[in-house]
C-alpha cells in the first residue's frame, strides 16, 4: 500500500539559511499534519491542512511557514535557521473515515543545523 | 497545548511476558491512536480505537479505549525481540487536533 512520503530523508543547513520539507500524502488522504520530534521526545505539532487550508496550527515558529497544493502535497518552508531547529520532522496524512481519523506518519526528514 | 501522560516511561522484559502501558488525559478525547516509532523512523499506526469502551486487537496488541474517554491502555502479549521501540499513544480532541504522549521506551529481553 502506497506510503506517506517525504523528501529529503536527510537535509544539513547552516544557521540563518533556509530549509524546505517536502510531505507527499497517502493518495485520497485530504489532511496534512507536520510535526516536530527532537531527541528522546515526542512528536510536537506544527500545523496542519485539510483541502488546502490551514486547519491547525500548534507550536510552529513564526520563522517556519507551510502550505498545501492543490495536489495535495505540502511544503514545510524554513527561514532563519537555528541550531535548535535540528530534529526529525515528520509529516502525517489522514481521512475521514466512517469511524473518525488515522494518522499515518511518513519516514521523517533529519534535519541538522550547523 | 495538551499533554497526554504515558506510563511508564520505560519497561525492561524478558522475551515472552506481556506488557501494558496506559495514558491518561485531563480531558475528553474522541480517538485514540497507539503507535510504535523504531529510530530514526515514522510512527507506525498500531491500533485505532472510535468508542468509549472500545477494546480492539491487531494480533499480540490489545487496546481499550476508556469509558470515561480520558485514557486508554495498550497490552502485547508473548512479547517477542521485535516489540523493541518507543510506543506513543495519541488522542485527538473535538477540534481533531491530535496530541501525543510522552511515549513509552520497551526493552525486550531475550
Known amino acids: 500500500a502506497a506510503g506517506v512520503i517525504q523528501s529529503p530523508r536527510h537535509l544539513i543547513k547552516e544557521k540563518r539559511e533556509t530549509a524546505t520539507l517536502k510531505c507527499y500524502p497517502i493518495?485520497?488522504?485530504?489532511?496534512v499534519y507536520w510535526y516536530q520530534q527532537g531527541p528522546g521526545q515526542d512528536p510536537q505539532f506544527l500545523i496542519s491542512?485539510?483541502?488546502?487550508?490551514?486547519?491547525d496550527k500548534g507550536s510552529i515558529p513564526d520563522r517556519f511557514s507551510a502550505q498545501q497544493f492543490s495536489d495535495y502535497h505540502s511544503e514545510l518552508n524554513m527561514s532563519s535557521l537555528e541550531l535548535g531547529d535540528s530534529a526529525l520532522y515528520f509529516c502525517?496524512?489522514?481521512?475521514?473515515?466512517?469511524?473518525?481519523?488515522?494518522?499515518?506518519f511518513g519516514p521523517g526528514t533529519r534535519l541538522t543545523v550547523t | 497545548g495538551q499533554q497526554l501522560n504515558q506510563s511508564p516511561q520505560s519497561m525492561f522484559i524478558q522475551e515472552g511476558e506481556d506488557v501494558s502501558m496506559n495514558c491518561t488525559s485531563s480531558?475528553?478525547?474522541?480517538?485514540w491512536l497507539w503507535y510504535k516509532q523504531d529510530p530514526g523512523e515514522g510512527p507506525v499506526l498500531l491500533i485505532a480505537?472510535?468508542?468509549?469502551?472500545e477494546l480492539t486487537s491487531n494480533g499480540r496488541l490489545t487496546a481499550q479505549f476508556g469509558i470515561t474517554r480520558k485514557d486508554s491502555f495498550l497490552n502485547i502479549s508473548a512479547s517477542i525481540p521485535s516489540d523493541v521501540g518507543i510506543y506513543f499513544c495519541?488522542?485527538?480532541?473535538?477540534?481533531?487536533?491530535?496530541?501525543f504522549g510522552t511515549g513509552t521506551s520497551l526493552t525486550v529481553i531475550p
Open positions: 502525517a496524512s489522514s481521512v475521514a473515515g466512517d469511524s473518525g481519523y488515522e494518522q499515518y
Open positions: 493518495p485520497r488522504h485530504d489532511t
Open positions: 491542512f485539510y483541502e488546502k487550508m490551514q486547519s
Open positions: 480531558s475528553i478525547f474522541n480517538t
Open positions: 480505537l472510535y468508542k468509549a469502551g
Open positions: 495519541a488522542g485527538q480532541d473535538s477540534t481533531n487536533q491530535f496530541y
